[in-house]
């Protein structure tokens, strides 16, 4: 018996062999109106990976796509689409390239009442570079099918590359929803493998004052090279990718209220800085500031900075001035213990092998480690875009895909739990080495510092926003088929940092300051 010809099916396959002679790999959740999509994606070799809960698929995918190749997501219609706003929104601040394949009802079944169905254009606003609405192909259209397909791939793939943001393809399909042919991977064995070419940049020498120093947020490993010879002091965020450069000063949030900093009278910036108000308060203060705009965009604080468009060089020595901030650093930097403590904590987790990864959830614990975290040459991702909780387990699993050592992700018992949905495993992802290390202080530490705790009574703070929660971690590790293990002192730690596979490390903290 002949199978209709579906112009779905049709239109799903070239457009999903376009993808894939970029490289691109496939993120699919279980969904009818997709359901071309999906079947094109399992037919390429290019790897597949299958979630239940497209919240946990789109931070996956963003963390895949940090160190891997282009990610391609694929959705089915209604709130389907919703949930991956979260993971869509830090991509686009943190400047995360990502192409969103979200199948739609076609035009005729929109704001009748058509189950499923919602208005899907312009659902995520300006977190998407540009939203690109395509009618559902039609029996006549088949012959033009392939033409369309490699073209709105093209167009979709050198935007999302090009600006470094998330892409929208909202494709409408109408039935028959699928069919076995056309097949997507002997349509891929036509077609040449692609790239997209970045542009370079221009460079201008600058005189420099020698006594300029550098803030360096998320994002500013693109300018190591040049943030390394310009030889200023730079004070470095955890997750900036330069905090290992010799000129980076390790304990520079203790020289912020110090005379030394009263010296300052330029500041460059690079990446996005958000950790800390004394770095903000600098910024502000009146010194000159200029910014050179990364992956997260221009960071404009002040409103009057500078932007530098091009690699900065300049001859000034500031050897003295870097000596003096090295100096005064260790002298205000209290020495360590050998007690179970946050700064313990950071200092073992940030021992790392060269494939290894750390991951930083948005805690305390990235405070502290903002203080005390070491010279390590360490790769850091941390989703500092919004600097929000949420997806940090699945981000971890997506990073943990697409590299070859041991993941280990660092953070807050809310932040966990917030995810806990991620700890899902898949069996086709396979063994993965990866680490969640939760520092349990029963609730939002964070909250500790800002005016609220000393504005409001203890109860209504401890209720309203250390929202401590009674959960059992083991029992959770256990029920998803994650070894766990319980930490109670430093070698306890080190032990447990040795183990490969899925590890929950827990640490206990609930009564320490």
């Known amino acids: 018996m002949n199978q209709p010809v579906s112009p779905a099916q049709v239109f799903a396959s070239h457009i999903i062999a376009e993808l894939a002679s970029y490289g691109s790999e496939f993120w699919v959740a279980p969904g009818a109106r997709s359901q071309a999509l999906a079947i094109a994606a399992a037919q390429v070799p290019n790897q597949l990976h299958v979630r239940i809960d497209e919240r946990s698929l789109g931070f996956s995918a963003l963390g895949k796509a940090v160190f891997g190749e282009l990610q391609v997501l694929i959705t089915t219609s209604g709130t389907a689409v919703a949930n991956l706003h979260p993971a869509v929104l830090e991509a686009h601040h943190s400047g995360i390239p990502l192409i969103l394949l979200t199948a739609d009802r076609p035009l005729e079944l929109r704001g009748v009442g058509s189950n499923q169905t919602t208005n899907q254009v312009g659902i995520f606003s300006d977190a998407v570079s540009e939203c690109i609405d395509v009618q559902a192909p039609t029996i006549e259209d088949i012959a033009n099918l392939p033409e369309q397909a490699a073209m709105l791939v093209s167009r979709a793939v050198s935007l999302a590359v090009g600006k470094k943001q998330p892409i929208q393809l ?108 004394p770095v903000i308060a600098l910024l502000r203060s009146g010194v000159k500031v200029m910014v050179r705009p990364s992956r997260m965009g221009e960071f404009k604080i002040p409103s009057d900075a500078e932007v530098i468009e091009s690699i900065i060089e300049t001859t000034v020595d500031a050897t003295s001035w870097l000596d003096k901030w090295h100096s005064r650093a260790q002298e205000l930097m209290s020495v360590g213990t050998d007690a179970l403590d946050r700064r313990s904590i950071v200092e073992k987790v940030w021992q790392l092998g060269s494939d290894d990864v750390l991951v930083l959830g948005a805690s305390q614990m990235i405070r502290v480690a903002d203080l005390y975290a070491p010279r390590n040459k360490a790769r850091i991702w941390a989703n500092r875009g919004l600097a929000g909780i949420d997806g940090t387990i699945a981000t971890a699993t997506g990073i943990a895909l697409a590299t070859k050592g041991t993941t280990r992700a660092l953070m807050g018992d809310l932040t966990f739990l917030h995810d806990v949905g991620s700890l899902v495993i898949d069996p086709v992802d396979g063994e993965l080495n990866l680490q969640l290390v939760v520092v349990n202080d ?30 059992k971690i083991d029992s959770l590790a256990s029920a998803f088929g994650w070894k766990y293990l319980l930490v109670e002192n430093v070698a306890d730690l080190e032990k447990a940092l040795l183990f490969s596979g899925r590890v929950i490390i827990e640490i206990k903290l609930a009564n320490q300051e």
């Open 170 to 277: 909202n494709l409408q399909f109408r039935e028959p929803l699928s069919a076995s042919e056309p097949n997507a991977a002997k349509i891929l064995k036509t077609l040449s493998r692609k790239h997209v070419q970045n542009q370079s940049e221009s460079i201008v020498e600058m005189v420099l004052s020698n006594q300029a120093v550098i803030v360096a947020g998320a994002g500013s490993e693109e300018f190591a090279d040049e943030i390394n010879a310009l030889g200023l002091p730079v004070f470095a965020e955890p997750s900036s990718g330069v905090r290992h450069l010799s000129n980076s000063v390790i304990g520079y949030r203790f020289v912020l209220d110090d005379d030394l900093a009263k010296q300052i009278d330029q500041v460059i910036v690079y990446g996005k800085p958000t950790l800390s108000r």
């Open 442 to 471: 029963n609730g939002g530490k964070i909250f500790d510092a800002l005016e609220v705790k000393q504005t409001v009574a203890t109860d209504v703070f401890s209720r309203v926003f250390r929202t401590g929660q009674d959960f």
